[in-house]
């Protein structure tokens, strides 16, 4: 795993490349605590965010184990009336969770920088 | 220590900062807090030094429904101060080991990871993970990691390493966030194990925690005495013993084949779910050493897979032990282990059991076992040996190969007793090898096989120079001992060699 600076740096990054950026975490999803995080709204509660995120993960890995999908878990986009939310998985413990605002930016240029970026998480 | 909170929904948790004097335990708490944008109390302080704990509370995460809140603890590190150390370290649920990594100071690190290991097996049950942070990585005189890892483990306790600049903030948030991870799982063994207590927590601040602390003061007789100064390194001279010359011991590396990239499963990492590893909490420890990194994996000629060849550990997988989904390996997961428990005091500390995602949709049940010393290593250097000490060496080897035989063959399942399988654990002769995957795997531990054969070979090969005089040695000896199992065995060997 990179290290908190690495990872602060991938988020400047990110919020350079997503007209809209809102927020984003590293987060671990085993117990939902964050690994490093940037935010350019201090009204949006990323820890709660990150922890609720991980816990939706863990159900949709059982509801792929229930459907016995031989597959991987590769995103998920969430589309709010005003956001964009896109979960990136980076390793089978970590994810990315990124939130955009929707009137700047749109779902292909969101997941785009998300992939292109996501590798650096690793 | 962990409360589960019903009322509240939270699960409460505590995640002490232990180590030596000025290792960095509270630069490592502020640079925590300052990454979590929380404040850090301490309750009195001199001259900048902690004199009771550093407190910070911090609520994140989610753990089965409920939120996770973390109480982090440092202890104070000045040797008067002993006594408080261990009434906070009994509380916690995962421990992370602040020590200075420089040379200079690496040894009175290690000197206090091994109080703390050995206050920790007495006392904590489930067990309580340790990790050694390992701090001041950017000093120029800072240790080699692998060096560090060597002397961790050493110890005997399974501990994690995790490299940190405490000053800068380096590894301290990820050092955290494993440490979380690790107290998740001790709290689910209480869980499973209905022992996790439920209600409000009876501390739940740092005025609170001090209040118990100078209650409990003064009064606490089951905690370790003050260490005497004069009292001898035991650590240093423990580490000595065990240093293991079998770090690159990988019996497997000239039998792997070549394999296309995309066939190769991807090697087992500490990402994997809970549940999924035995024994929970060392298990990930052991994990998170073994295999920290993403590494190459190789298949072997038999079928099986290997991986992190050469790194004092062995990762091996079964060529049968791929699972179609996750049910199904966790069954075969929970027999292994059940094998393992029924063979603990047989085996080699140092192992776990994990079920890891290939990356290809299926389910890989991986083996990881520490490199120790098997018998074979006596016998590297046999031909710059004395007569006598050759001799020494193959007598001892053929009683512990019994002993341990006979003790195999009283095991729920088939070991192999050979010079490769059998070596020195912490306690003693123990099974170094890997465990069979199922109860009907592997074959019986044929005592006579390894000692006319393998110790036979040795004779035959290693010492054919000197052959008659290491006999002649050899059967002094037994004449000198008492009558036993190994001694027939290696009368009946000694007299085929002589026949020969």
């Known amino acids: 795993m990179p290290s908190e600076k690495v990872i ?3 988020f400047e990054r990110l919020s350079a490349d997503i007209p809209g950026f809102i927020a984003a975490s590293l987060v671990d999803i085993e117990s939902g605590m964050t690994l490093g995080l940037k935010s350019n709204r201090p009204d949006f509660d990323l820890a709660a965010a990150s922890a609720y995120n991980s816990e939706m993960i863990k159900q949709k890995m059982k509801i792929m184990r229930a459907l016995n999908l031989k597959t991987t878990f590769e995103d998920m986009i969430i589309s709010l009336g005003d956001q964009i939310h896109v979960i990136k998985m980076i390793t089978p413990g970590t994810f ?11 779902l292909a240029i969101v997941r785009n920088v998300v992939n292109r970026n996501a590798a650096s998480f690793q | 220590m962990a409360v589960l909170d019903r009322e509240r929904e939270v699960v409460v948790i505590r995640v002490v900062y232990d180590g030596p004097p000025e290792a960095g335990k509270t630069t490592s708490l502020r640079a925590l807090a300052g990454s979590l944008g929380q404040d850090v109390t301490s309750p009195a302080e001199e001259y900048g030094r902690t004199l009771y704990f550093d407190w910070m509370d911090y609520t994140a995460g989610r753990f089965e429904g409920y939120q996770i809140r973390c109480q982090i603890v440092s202890v104070p590190g000045q040797a008067e101060f002993y006594q408080r150390r261990w009434r906070l370290i009994k509380d916690a649920d995962v421990v992370v080991f602040v020590g200075d990594s420089t040379s200079a100071r690496m040894d009175e690190s290690m000197e206090s990871l091994g109080e703390l290991s050995r206050f920790l097996a007495r006392t904590a049950s489930p067990p309580v993970g340790v990790i050694f942070q390992a701090n001041k990585r950017d000093l120029p005189e800072a240790m080699p990691l692998e060096e560090i890892r060597k002397r961790v483990h050493s110890g005997g306790s399974p501990i994690a390493v995790i490299e940190s600049v405490a000053s800068d903030g380096t590894g301290i948030r990820e050092t955290f966030v494993f440490a979380v991870r690790l107290a998740l799982d001790r709290v689910r063994e209480q869980l499973q194990s209905k022992s996790l207590p439920v209600g409000k927590p009876e501390i739940e601040s740092s005025d609170a925690l001090l209040a118990s602390l100078r209650r409990r003061e003064g009064r606490d007789s089951s905690l370790p005495p003050a260490a005497s100064p004069s009292a001898p390194p035991l650590l240093r001279q423990v580490i000595a013993e065990n240093e293991d010359p079998t770090l690159h011991f990988a019996p497997w590396r000239d039998v792997s084949v070549a394999v296309a990239e995309e066939e190769r499963p991807r090697s087992p990492d500490p990402s994997a779910p809970s549940g999924s590893i035995w024994p929970p909490v060392e298990g990930r420890v052991i994990l998170q050493e073994a295999a920290g990194k993403r590494m190459s994996t190789h298949r072997l000629r038999g079928g099986g897979w ?6 004092g550990w062995r990762i091996f997988s079964g060529r049968d032990t791929v699972f179609q989904d996750l049910e199904a390996g966790r ?3 929970v027999q292994v282990a059940r094998m393992h428990v029924a063979c603990r005091p047989l085996l080699s500390v140092h192992r776990c059991v994990v079920l890891a995602s290939t990356g290809q949709g299926t389910w890989r049940l991986w083996q990881i076992v520490r490199a120790e010393r098997p018998l074979r290593d006596r016998f590297t250097d046999i031909n710059r040996c004395s007569t006598d000490e050759a001799a020494a060496r ?12 006979a003790r195999i063959q009283q095991a729920p399942c088939n070991l192999p007793c050979t010079l490769d399988t059998i070596g020195y654990g912490e306690n003693g002769p123990v099974y170094v090898g890997l465990m069979p995957m199922d109860v009907q795997e592997g074959p019986t531990a044929d005592v006579s096989y390894a000692i006319g054969s393998q110790l036979g070979s040795i004779l035959r090969s290693a010492l054919h120079d000197r052959r ?3 006999l002649a040695a050899v059967a002094r000896s037994l004449f000198h001992s008492h009558p036993s199992d190994s001694g027939r065995l290696l009368d009946e060997v000694l007299t085929q060699l002589a026949a020969s």
């Not at chain 1, 990315?96 to 749109?106: G, T």
């Not at chain 2, 193959?394 to 035989?405: D, K, M, P, S, Y």
């Open chain 2, 331 to 333: 069954e075969v997961l």
């Open chain 1, 96 to 106: 990315v969770y990124l939130a955009a605002d929707r009137a700047s930016c749109n």
């Open chain 2, 468 to 470: 008659s005089e290491v």
């Open chain 1, 8 to 10: 602060n740096e991938n």
């Open chain 2, 306 to 311: 290997t991986a992190g060849l050469g790194l």
């Open chain 2, 394 to 405: 193959i007598v001892e080897a053929a009683n512990v190969l019994c002993e341990v035989g």
